[in-house]
């Protein structure tokens, strides 16, 4: 054991024993340790560590390759129980209990706390003891001024004069904003040497190494696991080889190809940084093998959890079941509590020092390669009035700090050199969407039975034949390059009113405003893309329903002008107010306007039939949901900091629409030319009243109607949708 190794034993040994004692102290409220009202959660708190401490030992000492499945699942449920939905009313991780139980001064400031101790999960189970030792010394120090302050009470204060029985709040907010300060570059920098470069992560291990036919591996993660990674990984173990090569290789083939259609040299890459979830480590394996033949090596990291790695209600990494997602969301703005202009700078140079690190490796780095799942039950937030909340100078801070870093990231990984691939599968947990109807329909009686169609069907849907695709397209993007505008207007109660202005063509023979977009970085195939001309861009876009980064939205409305949102709005709450808040946070991400970076026509009906089939419509993600309808993306363009490069649809035309009025503005101003986000929304074709590209002079092509393709040479489109319509989508 080496020097550092020794002083981390010693330090982890000291603070479990001082964590031991207060468990003792405020055992059953405490007496003469810390204030009453506040020994509960000291006890809550010490307990959860001492039972890491037990899974710990149980781990070292070999226990995970002789437990039983049962006794797997009973340890890993003990360490999530707490935050567990039919839990949460009285955990200390909801900041409304925390505030209700410990008053609104430090509610929220102990339940930020208590999260970070539960954050120690993963690292007990990498067995990363500098991360364990540094959360240990801040809950420790954390009791320490309580002890101190009760006291100095109990003593008659100083001089005499009474003195109150906890610390100022002033004071735990400067231990936990220093916790986070003194630590962020340690974090920064291991979360770019996961990201970029080659190592035995415990993950790749579990890919590369474990026995998949036994599904006690997936508690080897230390990730929550749910009915839904048990089952899938049982679904995938029982299919035939072919079949995971397919998936894997649609996968790993459409990260290739995103590369060799943008002409970007593949060859000059080492790392491909996968993302996925649980149960899926069949179908990795697979790619893995995939990459190596590209001459890639696969590098991935875990969706944070600790407030040092910036975790979000929209993960990215690799994953387990979701423990609760109003968890997750009552806690998203939890930097409230140390995000300042200091802490901003004191970041951004501490990632820059860490770029510089690895900077060889970060020009190596091939980009994300994402695989997504979807299914999930659905989930309506509430808004807690103790959760921390940023100031609206702390969210102009958080803007400008996301372009700052961005911009960062990009110097060392410049976007005309990377790629990505994104693709998509449902979870076991959709079978709850196939009701009794939808069984009789199918002419199946098992929910499961069900699942298992439906998975193959979106391996169908992931394969589709794009060159009939390619073709169809085509015929659309030529009628669009002679338009001025499209008109598109909502019916069966939607109530988009839209006019998009388009690119004007200086030389229609060899340049097209629209991408004709088949499978490769976003699998499936299906849709049209072009970013609009802002201004002559106005109207209202309207969806009844739609499921965005997994947050659901009722009655989204967006209202533009000159291609910026100008009104937003949504019902999913009985307060105005609080809608408009939910739009900005998470639709507009904080800004106080965006533009409409995309407007796109998805063709792809089989992927909607499917949908409608099953009746999981609300259930599908952006991914798939946006090639089936036309749809409009807020933020920047999808050639967003690649302006420059030039790109060609498969006739030969160059796509010269590449940026907008705001994009424009990169070189002059490129804090304003950029959002760093971007969301689809679409609408479904049943709401779809007509899309018509509209010339100078007026004269009108239609492209849906009612819902249908009505361009001649589009017309195979309307197959699938008439095969429902004969048989009521069987």
């Known amino acids: 054991m080496d020097t550092k190794q020794e002083i981390l034993s ?42 890491l401490e037990d899974e710990g030992t149980f781990l070292s000492s070999g226990g995970q390759r002789t437990a039983s499945l049962k006794e797997l699942q009973a340890r890993n449920r003990a360490l999530y129980e707490d935050v567990l939905p039919q839990h ?28 970070e101790m539960r954050s120690l999960i993963p690292f007990v189970y990498e067995g990363q003891t500098e991360e364990i030792v540094i959360r240990l010394e801040l809950f420790v120090e954390v009791y320490a001024s309580f002890t101190y302050a009760f006291g100095e009470a109990r003593e008659g204060g100083r001089g005499g004069l009474p003195v109150s029985d906890v610390p100022k709040a002033e004071e735990i907010s400067r231990i936990l904003y220093w916790f986070v300060s003194d630590y962020t570059e340690t974090a920064v920098e291991s979360h770019l040497r996961e990201m970029l470069v080659p190592q035995e992560h415990l993950a790749l291990r579990i890919i590369r190494y474990a026995d998949l036919t036994d599904e006690r591996y997936l508690f080897a993660y230390g990730e929550y696991v749910s009915d839904n990674e048990l089952e899938t990984a049982r679904f995938l173990a029982k299919l035939p080889q072919e079949k995971i090569d397919l998936m894997a290789d649609t996968y790993t083939e459409g990260y290739r190809i995103g590369f060799e259609v943008t002409g970007k040299d593949l060859s000059r890459k080492r790392t491909a940084e996968v993302r996925y979830r649980l149960g899926f480590e069949r179908l990795m394996r697979r790619a893995e093998e995939n990459f190596e033949r590209m001459g890639l090596e696969m590098v991935c990291y875990r969706a944070a959890t600790s407030i040092l790695y910036n975790p979000s209600i929209f993960k990215t990494g690799y994953c387990g079941g979701d423990v609760n997602r109003q968890y997750d969301f009552d806690h998203k703005d939890d930097r409230a509590l140390f995000f300042d202009k200091t802490y901003m700078k004191h970041k951004l140079e501490v990632t820059r020092t860490a770029f510089e690190k690895y900077k060889t490796q970060a020009r190596r780095y091939a980009g994300p390669a994402v695989m997504e799942t979807f299914g999930e039950r659905g989930f309506e937030p509430e808004n807690k009035k103790s959760a921390l909340r940023m100031s609206e100078e702390q969210n102009a801070l958080w803007l400008e700090f996301r372009s700052l870093s961005g911009e960062l990231q990009r110097q060392y990984i410049p976007e005309e050199e990377r790629s990505f691939t994104i693709i998509a599968f449902p979870v076991p947990e959709i079978r709850e969407a196939f009701d009794e109807e939808c069984l009789k329909r199918l002419g199946m009686k098992d929910p499961m039975e069900c699942y298992h169609a439906f998975f193959e069907e979106v391996i169908r849907i992931n394969t589709l034949d794009y060159q009939m695709y390619r073709r169809i397209q085509q015929t659309m993007i030529d009628a669009l390059d002679t338009a001025d505008h499209c008109e598109i207007k909502g019916m069966n109660g939607n109530r988009t009113d839209l006019k998009v202005n388009l690119w004007k063509l200086s030389d229609p023979e060899r340049e097209t405003i629209f991408e004709n977009c088949v499978a490769d970085v976003n699998i499936p195939v299906g849709e049209v ?10 109207g209202v876009l309207h969806v009844s329903r739609v499921y965005l980064n997994g947050l659901e939205y009722r009655d989204l409305e967006l209202e533009f002008e000159d291609g910026k949102i100008k009104r937003y709005d949504c019902s999913n709450f009985a307060d105005s107010e609080e809608n408009r808040k939910f739009v900005r946070e998470n639709v507009l991400f904080r800004h106080k306007t965006l533009p409409m970076g995309e407007f796109a026509i998805g063709t792809n009906t089989t992927a909607y039939v499917a949908a409608k089939k099953y009746g999981v419509q609300d259930k599908l993600p952006i991914l798939i949901a946006e090639k089936t309808g036309p749809h409009f993306a807020v933020g920047d363009t999808c050639y967003s900091h690649a302006e420059e490069i030039r790109v ?23 804090d304003k030319a950029y959002f760093n986000c971007h969301t689809d929304i679409t609408i479904p074709y049943d709401e779809l009243g007509e899309l018509a590209a509209v010339r100078k002079d007026g004269s009108r092509t239609a492209i849906i109607r009612e819902g249908r393709f009505v361009l001649p040479g589009t017309e195979e489109l309307n197959r699938a949708l008439e095969e429902m319509d004969r048989t009521g989508g069987n």
């Open 10 to 51: 010693e330090r982890y040994a000291l603070a479990m024993e001082r964590i031991h004692e207060i468990a003792q102290e405020t055992k059953d409220g405490g007496e003469g340790s810390v204030s009453r009202q506040f020994a509960p959660y000291f006890a809550a708190a010490a307990d959860f560590l001492i039972l």
């Open 88 to 115: 949460y009313g009285r955990s200390y991780g909801n900041p409304d209990y925390a505030a209700e139980q410990l008053g609104e001064e430090f509610g929220a400031m102990l339940s930020f706390l208590y999260r």
């Open 529 to 538: 893309f072009t970013s609009p001309v802002l201004k002559g861009t106005d």
């Open 648 to 670: 060609f649809n498969p006739d030969g035309k160059e796509i010269v629409a590449r940026e907008n009025e705001v994009a424009r503005l990169r070189d002059k101003a490129p």
